[in-house]
């Protein structure tokens, strides 16, 4: 069993930053792949970024490529999604997810979540 919390939510304007964190606790953290999801108001939970369990390899949606970084540090049992330049359409509650193996860009493959934390860009 894996447990996380999410934290680093928050407002923030246009063009700015935010770092979430995810501390995960329970199972060895180390052997898990991480994802990042979020859900925009009234939209389906979208993928947008993973990490491997050693953190040599990454992978993010599109819409946030050049944007967003994910890093983890094992040592801490927590990992992170650096936030930058965020528009508007980044609105959304953030939820991180593992998996034991790699990342997925499915959801339903994770079996673990946070509990979400609340991003709002404003313009």
């Known amino acids: 069993q894996v447990q996380l919390v999410e934290s680093g939510g928050g407002l923030v304007q246009a063009g700015g930053s935010l770092r979430l964190s995810c501390a995960a606790s329970?199972?060895?953290?180390?052997?898990?792949?991480m994802g990042w999801f979020r859900q925009p108001p009234g939209k389906e939970r979208e993928f947008v970024g993973g990490?491997?369990?050693?953190?040599?390899?990454?992978y993010y949606a599109d819409s946030v490529k050049g944007r967003f970084t994910i890093s983890r540090d094992n040592a801490k049992n927590t990992y992170y999604l650096q936030m930058n330049s965020l528009k508007p359409e980044d609105t959304a509650v953030y939820y991180c997810?593992?998996?034991?193996?790699?990342?997925?860009?499915?959801?339903?493959?994770?079996?673990?979540w946070g509990q979400g934390t609340q991003v709002t860009v404003s313009s």
């Open positions: 329970g199972r060895t953290f180390f052997s898990y792949g």
């Open positions: 990490i491997s369990w050693s953190g040599d390899s990454t």
């Open positions: 997810a593992a998996k034991a193996g790699t990342w997925s860009t499915t959801r339903y493959e994770y079996p673990y």
